[in-house]
């Protein structure tokens, strides 16, 4: 990432399930960048291929995953995001289950991902908003092959990024849970101070809550976002009041999702096919 001469710290079998054309799976390399800390799978051919399998199966905490990025979303936009008129990219969106539960909050969300059908996601495309208020990445970055890149094609869409990723230990070891050698999936890890390279190569500031959240902006942080970042459980608080604000606006029968809105587009859409049909 930085361009400093890597070294292998260890290999490790990918399941061979990944690879059923090739027996015996793969073996991965993983190799430290000396610089900037950087860990990456070096060359995983057998990445793409992986996640139209059944292996994303495997990932039981997705859902569990999905809601807790969506609660600091939420908190991270503050007592803004209960108005609709944040708009939030979900890049690399998968099966868009968080866009689904922001927009149900109420968030305008928009998906995006080029490799899955999201199968919760309905709603306008991406394309129809010019910038975001915020982009995310909900564990995304793990499956970079290209970080910088796919940063800044990010940051090309909002001014601001959030993104999960683990902090690996000082000392990776091949046991460490997030390798997932099960999967093959998990090729990029970074360090603090990997993220800070990437700030320092797009021009962006950053902060992170050095273990899971970590945000950059091309528009400088704010002391009170830098705060909802560092320290995650305020975020998370605060999404917690906002849900009990929603329960009570809803049982006063306000609704501020965008859920039935959504659900009359996919209505429009179901009934202009079937008169299309009919001509
Ligand atoms: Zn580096």
């Not at 208020?133 to 890149?149: K, Q, R, S, Y």
């Amino acid at each position: 990432m930085c361009r400093s001469a890597a070294s292998e710290i260890f290999s490790f079998d990918v399941a061979a399930a990944v690879a059923s054309d090739v027996p015996g799976g793969y073996r991965a390399s993983l190799s430290r960048c000396p610089t900037c800390s950087f860990l990456f799978v070096a060359d995983p051919v057998w990445l793409e291929g992986s996640f139209s399998s059944e292996l994303n199966r495997l990932d039981v905490g997705s859902v569990d995953r999905s809601l807790l990025v969506a609660s600091f979303v939420r908190g991270l936009l503050g007592r803004r995001s209960r108005r609709s008129s944040w708009s939030v990219l979900d890049v690399g969106g998968g099966d868009g289950l968080l866009t689904r539960v922001l927009r149900d909050h109420g968030i305008d969300c928009r998906w995006t991902d080029p490799y899955c059908e999201p199968a919760y996601y309905v709603g306008p495309p991406a394309d129809g908003v010019a910038r975001f208020d915020l982009a995310v990445m909900g564990e995304v970055a793990l499956h970079l092959t290209n970080p910088i890149e796919s940063f800044r094609e990010a940051l090309s869409r909002s001014d601001r990024l959030m993104f999960t990723a683990v902090v690996p230990p000082e000392k990776v070891t091949v046991d460490w849970w997030y390798l997932m050698p099960s999967t093959g999936q998990h090729v990029a890890f970074y360090p603090t101070t990997a993220i800070a390279e990437i700030a320092r190569r797009l021009g962006a500031d950053w902060c992170s809550d050095g273990k899971f959240f970590h945000l950059l902006s091309t528009t400088g942080i704010s002391r009170a976002l830098r705060r909802r970042v560092e320290h995650r459980e305020l975020s998370l608080l605060a999404a917690e009041l906002y849900d009990v604000l929603g329960l009570l606006d809803r049982a006063r029968g306000r609704q501020r999702s965008l859920t039935t809105k959504d659900q009359a587009a996919v209505e429009a859409a179901v009934h202009d096919k079937l008169k299309g049909t009919d001509d």
